[in-house]
């Protein structure tokens, strides 16, 4: 049974750097699928941040791609988002994700998700 | 604004159809396959519907989904209680190197 679980700092400083990792457990990243983080801000809707591949190619959010940096090690079996320059507006629970793509990105589903973890940004 | 227009809200009464719309454009449902997604109070989302009208393994078959053109809908029938959760369609989007587009998420309400 796969499972991902995401983890890092609950609380962040305006201006600082967020920094979240996904351990996935029972499947190989280096096996395929892609990796990805979502978020959604309280009371608000989902907002797709991006995903990689474990060869390394990334995929991102065009609003967010300037702050965003997801990695991968597959030594590890984790993968992880580095978000800069975060403000208030950043504030969210963040899901991280498997990502099923096939035929190009004709399709891209989102099939296994961790339960998420809460990030405040605030001094 | 989400790129997806989802109605913000739904409501129907135990044993009804309920549809809920997504409406999209030619980068993203237009050219790609829509998903949907079930959002159930205080938990992560779950994938619903995938490749437009794909149920995964464990999903009832009261659920359903199609696809016409920029549009798609899901389609839940014999409607329960335990249906009332936030709904989200999404699928990628061609423009700006590509990436994945939500909608805003319907909330289902059972009456």
Not at chain 1, 58 to 63: A, D, G, I, L, R
Request: proline content about 5%; overall charge neutral; some cysteine.
């Amino acid at each position: 049974q796969v499972q991902l679980q995401e983890s890092g700092p609950g609380l962040v400083k305006p201006s600082e750097t967020l920094s979240l990792t996904c351990t996935v457990s029972g499947y190989s990243i280096s096996s395929g699928y892609y990796w990805g983080w979502i978020r959604q801000p309280p009371g608000k809707g989902l907002e797709w941040i991006g995903s990689i591949y474990h060869s390394g190619s990334t995929y991102y959010n065009p609003s967010l791609k300037s702050r965003v940096t997801i990695s991968v090690d597959t030594s590890k079996n984790q993968f992880s988002l580095k978000l800069s320059s975060v403000t208030a507006a950043d504030t969210a629970v963040y899901y991280c994700a498997r990502a099923f793509v096939g035929i190009g990105y004709y399709y891209y589903y989102m099939d296994v998700w961790g339960k998420g973890t809460t990030v405040t940004v605030s001094s | 604004q989400s790129v997806l227009t989802q109605p913000p809200s739904a409501s129907g009464t135990p044993g009804q159809r309920v549809t809920i719309s997504c409406s999209g454009s030619s980068s993203n449902i237009g050219s790609n396959t829509v998903n949907w997604y079930q959002q159930l109070p205080g938990t992560a989302p779950k994938l619903l519907i995938y490749s437009n009208n794909q149920r995964p393994s464990g999903v009832p078959d009261r659920f359903s989904g199609s696809k016409s053109g920029t549009s798609a809908s899901l389609a839940i029938s014999g409607l329960q209680s335990e249906d009332e959760a936030d709904y989200y369609c999404a699928a990628w989007d061609d423009s700006l190197n590509g990436h994945v587009v939500f909608g805003g998420g319907t909330k289902l309400t059972v009456l």
